[in-house]
């Protein structure tokens, strides 16, 4: 019988040990054998799916975690190191000061100035437990309701809350005094109007955050507001500063000086001129524009009636929207009879017509079986007194003579039916009949004013190219933007945007206008010694269904001067203004030339008078003065001065005068009326200060010497250097004391 497998085996395996050695050979395993391992020993045969699997397992949890922190890292990552810095730090805002608005010669019309703005700390207060403290004392001070106090004293979710903007100083002072744990002051910024009521539409007026909202502070807004700084500091969980703590300082950046065109002087009798007329005749509105017609530059602009811009009603949106309103850009209306200088010019520019050429007028003239009437029956007339007198069937002939294409190829050269590109917002297009639909009927009108709309800028901007040698230009009323060390950013340039008629047809058509004044209806405007040209217009008004009103009417007058070298031009409009005769030459050129006459002496244009008018000339200047400053005066006081200077005085407001018009220092016949605006002032301690001597100084040095004596500068003329100063040198002053110098070669 055979020895089992296993003993079989055991012995090859002694038999095959020779001296020492042990030799290894391939297990041999039956079929047998191999169905009896057990499934345990089969696991190395697995090892490799098992790694496989723990291989990816560990792979997909690195490849979440991978992506999680990627996640919080790289696209929450910002927010989340915002929201932790919030924790830690309190950032406050540094506002920057805007910028100022002067006039062309520096002087200031918008400027901000600080003020105080009451914070609350509501984790410091909840610490000190005296939020209905606060709410109590603070409710009768700010004018506010003491539970809306308390609700932001008792959020402890912010650390810092606005509770007031911008408030009083002494109020301020007040709540300084009181030493209240949880609150505190920022100082802020708020925008100062020195003039009050003046340039209204044109200035316009900011948020409390000090963003433009209408005029020139909406327009150039982006040069005016400058860029805000901030202060970063540590705090503790409770909000507390940490003593030692880091802190990051980044400076704001100031708003730009922005200079306007606009003239503070011509402003002055500009403003001056439509509150008389205002006064005088009640109308819907009063409005008036000043160009220099060489240019383009805005001179002056006003608009009646109108507000404080310290105080703009914000209450009442309707009447701020209404009174912010600037008509001269905005409205469109028939231009009436002084559209016929365009018909005139353009028929002169075409040849259709010569000064010889007579016309007759029987009171009427007949289009398409239409009878378009004339003001009076004029009879035979020549070109020069068809003008002079206004005469609709004049302009009628010439308009249906000219034709359709060549009267529109004259409308859209002087710029009508198109926005003029001025540097304001909400600037109109004015509404002219389009060319294929014009009727025959409707040419006729335009020729002499109706059946077309445009704007007093539209019209006063044509009016410019018709006297300055044939060039239409785009007015602009921003003359340079500067930054705070006196670089220029941004200035303006005169653009030339058409040549509707040549420089023959202009100097032509400024004879012609200076006849109207001297012979025509334009002679209540004429000023002694000076050479004026111009042309009324009463034009017709319609009611919300289209039809005329009757007894309505916008009565206008324009004008230039010199007539041989203009250097000024205005358009003076009063809107339905309460009285009979309504005409154009009644209720508005007397006022122009009022202003004229003021302009022209200011501008140091040369009267060439006559011998009468010499004589005449002589007597009233004995009884003309200049007008005393009575700035930061009482009302008591400044009318007195002004009533002893021969002057009658209108008086707005309370407090002391903070504006007059006209300015200091303007010459004023004795009887005329000085506008003084008073306005409240806190009493403050009067501090003397001695003048120091700036004549032969140049007007930086002046600048200089001024602010560190406490006083400030009016700059009249153009020269390098001061030649006279109103206070000598030496002359003890109080502090804020206006000395007025004269800048001279």
Known sequence: MSAPPQQAAARQTEGNKVKGIRLRLPKVRSREMQANIPKKLKEPANRKKRFLIVLCSFTAVFTLLFCRVFYLQIIQGPSLVQRALSQWTRVTSVEPKRGDIVDRNGEVLAQSGTADTVLLYPKKIAEAGNAQTIADTLAPLLGMDAATILEKAQDTSKSEVWL??????????????????????????????????????????????????????????KYLAGTPGELRAQTDVKGNEIAFGEEYYVPATDGYTVSLTIDYVIQSFVEKACADAYAQYNPKGVMC???????????????????????????????????????????????????????????????????????????????QNTTIRCTSTHGTVDLKTGLAKSCNPVFVTLALRMGTDTMYDYLKNFGFGSKTGVDMSAEASGI??????????????????????????????????????????????????????????????????????????????REM?????????????YVKGFRVGGKTGTAQKYDETGKVKEG????????????????????????????????GSTVAAPYVGQILEDTLKYMKVEPQLTEEEQKEQQEEEKKVAQVESVMGMS????????????????????????????????????????????????????????????????????????EEAGLTAYFHGTGKKVTWQNKKAGTEVQQGTEIRLELGD
């Open 164 to 221: 007031k903007r911008q408030i009083d100083r002494d109020v301020a002072d007040q709540i300084r005094a009181l030493n209240l744990t949880g609150v505190g002051f920022m100082v802020d910024t708020k925008r100062y109007y020195p003039k009050g009521d003046f340039l209204t539409q044109v200035l316009g007026f900011t948020s409390v955050d000090g963003e433009g909202l209408e005029g020139v502070e909406a327009y150039y807004n």
């Open 635 to 706: 009302q008591e006081d400044a009318v007195a001065t002004l009533e002893k200077q021969g002057y009658k005085v209108t008086v707005n407001g309370e407090g002391v005068v903070s504006s007059q018009m006209p300015a200091p220092g303007t010459n004023l016949q004795q009887g005329e009326t000085v506008v003084i605006t008073l306005t409240p002032a806190t009493p403050t301690p009067i501090v003397m200060t001695e003048v120091p001597a700036l004549v032969g100084k140049t007007k930086q040095e002046c600048e200089q010497l001024l």
């Open 432 to 509: 002219v009949i389009p060319r294929e639909n014009v009727t025959d009927n409707d040419l006729a009108r335009i020729g002499f004013g109706q059946s077309i709309s445009t704007t007093p800028i539209q019209t006063l901007n044509a009016f410019c190219s018709v006297i300055n040698g044939g060039e239409l230009l785009e007015p602009h009323i921003m003359k340079s933007v500067t930054d705070a060390d006196g670089n220029v950013v941004e200035e303006s340039s005169k653009v030339v945007k058409a040549n509707p008629i040549s420089k023959e047809t202009s100097d032509h058509m």
């Open 552 to 583: 309505a009417h916008l009565s206008s007058f324009i004008a230039f001067a010199p007539a041989n070298d203009p250097k000024i031009a205005i358009l003076f409009m009063v809107d339905e203004a309460d009285t009979y005769n309504d005409y």
């Open 513 to 525: 206008l200076e006849d109207v004044v001297n012979e025509g209806s334009g002679k209540n405007s």
């Open 289 to 367: 524009i000043a160009m220099d017609p060489n240019t383009g530059e805005i001179l002056a602009l006003c608009n009646k009636q109108s507000y404080d811009l310290n105080s703009p009603p914000r209450d009442d949106t309707e009447t701020l929207n209404e009174l912010s309103r600037n008509r001269i850009l905005a409205d469109a209306n028939d231009p009436g009879s002084i559209f016929k200088v365009f018909t005139m010019a353009a028929a002169l520019d075409t040849g259709q017509t010569k000064d010889s050429e007579t016309f007759t007028c029987n009171g009427s003239i007949k289009v």
